[in-house]
């Protein structure tokens, strides 16, 4: 029910002001008022549908690749006034995982530590368990055992139904519960995007201290679960995800990481941090400097969720990647073979991610063999401490694992050309219109070719990528487009690629039947007929 007292009150204030009361930058009545006769500062809610909410469409960019890049934390932390405490053991200034203060003279410290980012999951209660985890990581990380939590959410009341911001906190309770750990407190704030996190207290041994900055020449460099991370969330915003793409990373970004801590400890490490949103070497090359050590790392030996390279080869590649890369892409050295779809792996922003240990090198196997008999099967020696230096983090390749070809191109290679029926001898089908066109007639018509030549038809390619590619209208619409404009431009092989494709995305066959009968509404039933000849081989 709207109370249209208060709601007359409320906007006389706002009105006479010349500035919304709840935000100084609208006037009043606001648009949303315009549009939805709605108006939240007199408490009225928005009406929200029924049934699952997607987070990572309530967001900007998922996960941790919300975070601010490395390069401008630098900048900022830099300019901050440092910290003179005898007690404080390991302050900001070491850039490392948690701060350790001491207590007393005794052999324990308290460790802690705070995380907040946006949804990396569609599922509420899968994102708390995975903002849990999440935050835990760094106390375990420096081989510390976190005793309690306080939770922090950002959440924009009367837009999302308050189940959501329950569920995530739930969700987020049972996972520190799961690590033992009681979540004593917190604290919310109204915000436009949905963000969660915990501040984690801990405690940790001081003659145990596991910090980023002690690699020796020689280790070996030890992952504990897969990356990927940050580009398959990428895909799930945009509806181009591999089948299973979801659970995959919600399985791991869910784990905890206290028994890769444990086994560290037992097996002496000698450095570690945990490998989130500033990518595989921005984590990796911030211990080598802080070591005063390069090390290398191989690509082929990384492990990866499945489809991961197939999405890079398809460019999706999220902007987390490109921040990263700025931040930390000097301090990388590539060898010859690897491309930057490759480095690109090595630059993607992980939520919640594994461990990156450093060992001896016996050791190392060792750590990776314990963690295989419980469960970890991702865990891998990636790399290798080279000697002395100056943080510099060496990729290369040894060529066990190739970066697949983009699918479409694949699938213009293997399609053979048709000719069509009643045209005369060597006349090929015609070229689609539209974006389609980037999939069509790939090998390129032979009269055409001689007359054009090879580079303006590469660069007639290159073109009807962009077009096709999402921008203003997303993915899922241009691939509807793509659909119609295949049958109505009456290209065979184009309506089954863009079907096959749109299918790998998720695409519904009531979805599919929409885009074509909008071509055939345009076109009428020569189109209608041509279309129902092509689906029946």
Known sequence: MINLEKRKRVMQRSMRLGHCICDAKKTCPCDLFRQKNV???????LDVPAGPVRLTQLVEKAGCASKIDQASLKRVLQALPEIRDPRVLIGAAAGDDAGVYALDDGPMALVQTVDVF???????????????????????????????????????????????????????????????VPVVGGHSIQDAEIKAGFAVTGLIDRGRIVT???????????????????????????????PGAADAIARSMTELNRAASEAMLDLE??????????????????????????????????????????CLAEGIVPGGIERNRESSESRAVPAAGVTEAMMDLCFDPQTSGGLLVALAPGKAEALVERLHDEGISAAAVIGKVRGKGTGKVFVTT????????????????????????????????????GPAAETCCSEGHAAGASAVGAGAEEMFKAFMKTAGAPGALDAATKQALQIALSVLARCGPCIRIQVEKARKMGFTQAEIDEAVWMAIAFGGAPVM???KEVMKT
Not at 39 to 45: Q, Y
Not at 224 to 236: D, E, N, R, W
């Open 39 to 45: 108006c939240l500062c007199a408490g009225e809610s």
């Open 118 to 180: 946006s949804p990396s999951v569609d599922d509420p209660y899968t994102f708390g368990q995975v903002a849990a985890a999440n935050s835990l990581s760094d106390v375990y990380a420096m081989g510390g055992r976190p005793i309690t939590a306080l939770s922090i959410i950002g959440f924009p009341i009367r837009e999302v139904p308050d189940s959501v911001m329950a569920d995530i906190l739930r969700g987020g309770i049972d996972k520190m519960n799961e690590a033992g």
């Open 212 to 242: 980023n900055a002690g690699l020796r020449p020689g280790d070996s460099l030890v992952l504990t679960k897969p990356l990927g991370t940050g580009i398959l969330a990428f895909a799930l915003q945009i509806g181009r995800a591999p």
């Open 269 to 310: 490490a000698h450095a570690c941090t945990d490998v989130t949103g500033f990518g595989l070497v921005g984590h990796l090359a911030e211990m080598a400097r802080s070591s005063a050590v390069d090390v290398e790392i191989v690509w082929d030996d990384l492990p990866i969720f499945p489809h991961v390279l197939e």
């Open 398 to 433: 040894s060529g066990a694992r190739p970066m697949p070809a983009p699918e479409e191109e694949e699938a213009m290679n293997q399609r053979p050309s048709k000719k069509k029926k009643g045209r005369s001898a060597g006349a090929e089908e015609p070229c689609c219109a």
């Open 529 to 531: 007929m041509f279309y």
